[in-house]
């Protein structure tokens, strides 16, 4: 039995991982850019490499909006961690 270590969110993470592990990630981020990667079929490409900053970058998010999602994301991982609290 593995340890399973209680989720984090950095800018570094993945969207890939976000979008697997936290499904209410995708309503968040699809009208800042998600949309685009799916409109152009490149969300299995990029998913995999691309992380959350790089995804602000990519979409040339304003601070406020990387603030928004920033937020609403680190809402959703908090509410999935404290399924690990005992």
């Not at 800018?11 to 990630?25: S, V």
């Not at 990029?46 to 790089?54: I, S, Y």
Request: hydrophobic share 40%.
């Amino acid at each position: 039995m593995g340890i399973e270590m209680k989720p984090k969110l950095t800018h570094n993470t993945l969207l890939q991982e976000l979008l697997e592990k936290y499904e209410e990630t995708f309503d968040i981020l699809f009208p800042y850019g998600l949309n685009k990667l799916i409109e152009d079929d490149i969300l299995e490409i990029v998913a995999p490499r691309l992380t959350l900053e790089g995804f602000f970058r990519l979409f040339n998010l304003s601070d406020e909006e990387r603030d928004k999602v920033w937020k609403e994301i680190n809402k959703v991982v908090k509410k999935y961690a404290n399924m690990y609290e005992i």
